[in-house]
């Protein structure tokens, strides 16, 4: 989705000196009504058509929506490549474990200390690093 952003980010400052170009010309000589210079100019020339209303829109979209997702995935892509043994981490289904060994796509958890019970989840899967408690705080100051 982020090529279809940046393409049009790209086609609206292609079009964008175009359209001014040619509002400055057709300004000073379109005759208006009863013979009077045409009015207007620049403003119709950018909103009397929808390309720049689309491109604002696809820009704003593109800066309020696309960019932050950009910007979550990465952290959570440098999060599961810096996982280590010994790190406590949750799960998306909500599995709490220490890591006890790591492989290139998956991760053996310990989630039972007395009986030693182990688990393989895949590396994605992964959704926090740090304990139950620490997420708990975590939540708890970001709601106050």
Same mark, same amino acid.
């Given at each position: ?8 980010l ?13 509002? #400055?010309?057709?300004?000073? $000589? ?8 045409g009015? *207007? &100019? @620049? ?11 689309l ?21 959570? #892509?440098?999060?599961?490549? $810096? ?9 998306? *289904? &909500? @599995? ?38 620490e ?10």
């Amino acid at each position: 989705m982020t090529d279809l952003a940046d393409w049009a980010l790209g086609r609206a400052l292609v079009w964008l000196p175009l359209v001014l170009a040619q509002a #400055e010309k057709g300004a000073g $000589n379109a005759p208006g009504p009863g013979g009077a210079q045409g009015g *207007g &100019g @620049i403003f119709d020339a950018l909103f009397g058509n929808m390309m720049f209303p689309l491109m604002i829109t696809l820009m704003l979209m593109y800066f309020l929506l696309m960019r932050p997702e950009q910007r979550k995935r990465k952290e959570q #892509e440098q999060l599961l490549a $810096n996982l280590k043994d010994n790190d406590h981490v949750i799960t998306t *289904g &909500g @599995i709490c474990g220490v890591i006890v060994g790591t492989s290139k796509n998956s991760i053996v958890l310990r989630v039972d200390d007395k009986t030693g019970t182990k688990i393989k989840v895949l590396r994605s899967a992964i959704y926090r690093v740090g304990s139950p408690d620490e997420a708990a705080e975590d939540d708890a100051k970001a709601t106050k």
